[in-house]
């Protein structure tokens, strides 16, 4: 069935068929960059720094072992804007492991200095080196998170990622103000022996009426600029259903490649719909999903994600129980909550001062030997240990899996 967009685009005042040929462009450029990368088989993602020509990750990146017996290999997509380029660096530090690749964001918002500030720490962690899976955006998206420029950034950043790595199996998109509460040990433990189909993704039917129409001016310019806001009536779509959940998810690279390369209409057609939606990133991915026959009982209604409890209503010891006792693999979004995540990097991560997380891969030592001192390369990067963090991780995905079907979706 063809997914007929007239009924809702007919409805549209000037004002937001501007941004949705804005987004229809967007859309385009997108698609072309994704064409192009697997057509011509470039170096990997450079950071364009004026004072050199080399590289972020200046080495190829070492291929990890797939298959049955091995664990998988999770994509990151890590964002953020001005002043947080030491946030991404801590982040990025506490999800890190060999196996994995990383694409790192700041925003048009960010100054030069922020991103050759992290794309310097790159060039200079000797892991990051050796294995060559981490890289930098050379030039920051202008975007809104509550705009339709954040959908089309987390795309362009899946395109990138397909280019620069083909053995990816799940990407993950995180912001500055999140971080993990389990080792990438536990997390490629708990997802080793799940179907590689799966998505992670909070969704719900939603049958409301929106009648905010946003013009996100960050799809047509370099710099970030904040959305703005038109009345306008917009008719409900008869040719999908909308959903809407969580921007943060676990997704299938099968999936990413769905949503990227578009392989039928019913994504551009979305990418469209949601030009002009306050808050596009809650509807885009669960709508094309839950609308997607292959992909709408490959479904897990959770993003394995725990919100951080405000330090208004508990303290921080019971901040940090409910956490960890969660058994999620990631939380935000955290505050000025230095001594929380501190804590989280010394009871959960094992992670030095300054140092990566601690994993198997690390060379010398065994288990417990390996959180006391600063990892070195060299280890086996194809093997991970289970801690008592990912234990709960485990047990969460468990009761979760059972119920891989799109919920509140028409069969």
């Not at 994995?100 to 080196?129: I, K, P, T």
């Not at 995180?174 to 590689?196: C, E, I, K, N, W």
Request: glycine share 10%; hydrophobic share 40%.
């Amino acid at each position: 069935m063809a997914h007929s967009s007239s009924s809702w685009l007919a409805a549209c005042s000037p004002w937001s068929a501007f941004a949705t040929l804005a987004a229809l462009m967007t859309g385009v450029l997108v698609l072309s960059y994704v064409s192009s990368s697997f057509l011509n088989q470039q170096a990997p993602y450079e950071y364009d720094d004026p004072a050199t020509t080399a590289a972020v990750a200046s080495t190829v990146a070492l291929v990890p072992r797939k298959g049955i017996g091995y664990p998988p290999v999770f994509a990151y997509y890590i964002t953020g804007g001005h002043g947080d380029s030491v946030r991404v660096t801590r982040l990025l530090k506490a999800v890190y492991h060999p196996r994995n690749r990383y694409l790192l964001h700041l925003d048009a918002g960010a100054g030069a200095y922020e991103r050759a500030r992290l794309a310097n720490y790159v060039r200079s962690e000797q892991a990051f080196l050796e294995y060559g899976n981490v890289h930098v955006v050379g030039k920051g998206d202008a975007l809104d998170g509550r705009g339709p420029s954040a959908v089309a950034a987390v795309l362009r950043g899946a395109a990138i990622l397909m280019r620069i790595g083909a053995d990816w199996d799940w990407l993950v998109n995180m912001g500055a103000a999140d971080y993990p509460l389990v080792t990438q040990d536990d997390l490629l433990h708990a997802f080793s022996s799940l179907p590689r189909d799966l998505n992670f993704i909070e969704h719900r039917a939603d049958s409301e009426t929106h009648n905010v129409v946003v013009l996100d001016q960050n799809l047509l310019q370099s710099t970030n600029a904040e959305i703005s806001f038109s009345s306008g009536h917009r008719e409900k779509p008869d040719a999908f259903e909308l959903f809407r959940g969580s921007p943060w998810s676990i997704l299938s690279r099968g999936f990413v490649e769905h949503c990227v390369a578009a392989t039928d209409n019913l994504p551009r057609t979305l990418l469209m719909y949601f030009s002009n939606t306050l808050d596009a990133a809650e509807f885009y991915f669960q709508t094309v999903m839950a609308n997607t026959p292959r992909f709408r009982n490959s479904t897990v209604n959770h993003s394995v994600r725990s919100g951080v409890p405000p330090p208004q209503a508990l303290d921080q010891r019971a901040r940090y129980d409910a956490l960890v006792g969660s058994g999620a693999a990631f939380a935000g979004r955290f505050g000025d909550d230095e001594a929380l995540l501190q804590r989280i990097d010394e009871e959960v991560l094992r992670r030095p001062l300054d140092g990566v997380t601690p994993g198997e891969w690390c060379a010398g030592g065994t288990g417990e030997e390996r959180a006391a001192a600063e990892c070195s390369v060299g280890g086996d990067i194809n093997a991970v240990r289970q801690g008592a963090a990912g234990k709960r991780l485990a047990s969460l995905i468990a009761g979760l899996v059972g119920n891989g079907a799109c919920h509140g979706c028409k069969s």
